[in-house]
């Protein structure tokens, strides 16, 4: 009986790890320009050529100082 159990074992261990090898190798992802664009967007923040001015009551979402004011570069 304990050798039927552990057969059983190593018989459902094998079928999920041939199973999970059988997915992972035939899914496939596919990268699309789309893909890499929004990548990207999030890869450069919400920086996109905003800087901080002088010195003032304003805070710098980037160094916390207080500025003047928050402008485009």
């Known amino acids: 009986m304990r050798n039927n159990m552990k057969l ?6 094998m079928v999920l790890a041939i199973g999970g090898w059988w997915v992972s190798y035939h899914h496939s992802a596919k990268v699309t320009s789309l893909l890499l664009e929004n990548i990207e967007a999030l890869a450069q923040g919400e920086s996109g050529g905003v800087g901080c001015y002088g010195v003032g009551a304003v805070d710098c979402p980037y160094s916390k100082d207080k500025v003047y004011f928050i402008g485009e570069r």
């Open 8 to 13: 059983g074992l190593i018989v459902t261990v």
